[in-house]
């Protein structure tokens, strides 16, 4: 028989994979100096209101509209990060904003500014990886492990 937490230890444990998500992309981010792409920018949101939800969460433990919100957010998250995934293994194409070759060769003085600027990291461009996975790819596994317990936790447990 599997145990599964109570409500109360869920929401520490959704916190403490939150907040150490965070920490670790700043860390990869401004200590190993890989910068990041938009969409890792954008796969950070999620995970900074889930830290604050399951603050919520751990309080008013018996409530399934905070679980529900979870699991909301972790749907959201899983789409950030499976559509990254999805830019980088070429399943999809990139948006607009994630490409670093929307540059006019044909003008000289649009050439010249772009060299003088930070050209955007490619979203196709997977600099770092952890055992040879990409950190979208991570984080798209953990955010439908956590879909599954959140709802496994909401149909099956009653506080």
């Given at each position: 028989m599997i145990i599964f937490p109570s409500r109360k230890s869920f929401y520490i444990i959704i916190f403490f994979i939150s907040l150490i998500s965070i920490?670790?992309?700043?860390?990869?981010e401004y200590i190993l100096h890989y910068e990041p792409c938009k969409l890792c920018i954008y796969q950070r949101i999620p995970y900074v209101f889930a830290i604050f939800i399951s603050l919520i969460g751990f309080y008013y433990s018996t409530s399934d509209k905070i679980l529900i919100i979870i699991i909301m957010i972790f749907i959201l998250s899983a789409i950030i990060s499976g559509y990254h995934f999805g830019?980088?293994?070429?399943?999809i194409d990139e948006i607009s904003s994630c490409t670093n070759n929307s540059l006019d060769l044909s003008d000289k003085k649009k050439l010249l500014e772009?060299?003088?600027?930070?050209?955007?990291?490619?979203?196709?461009d997977?600099?770092?990886?952890?055992l040879g996975i990409s950190l979208?790819?991570?984080?798209?596994l953990l955010s439908i492990l956590i879909i599954i317990i959140s709802v496994r936790t909401l149909t099956y447990e009653k506080n």
């Open positions: 920490i670790s992309a700043l860390y990869v830019i980088e293994n070429n399943f772009s060299i003088n600027k930070n050209m955007p990291i490619s979203c196709k997977a600099t770092f990886k952890v979208a790819a991570i984080n798209t």
